[in-house]
């Protein structure tokens, strides 16, 4: 019994393109003002995390 078998770059692949579709539904969604207040504030702090995580390593490699 061989079934087809998806390679694992291509199992990759395929879940960054429904991942980016995903995403930019949601920015779509976000620039039109369509997304409830509370995933509002659930974004921008993650994205506040986000910046703030990658300050120290920016920093880091700057002095390198």
Known sequence: ????TVTRDQAFA????VLDAAR???D????A???AP???L???RLEREQKGAQAPAAEH????
């Open 1 to 4: 019994m061989s079934a087809p």
């Open 14 to 17: 395929d879940a960054r393109r």
């Open 24 to 26: 930019a539904r949601r």
């Open 28 to 31: 779509r969604d976000r620039a």
């Open 33 to 35: 003002g369509r997304l």
């Open 38 to 40: 509370e995933i509002e």
């Open 42 to 44: 659930i974004l921008r």
């Open 61 to 64: 490699r700057a002095a390198a």
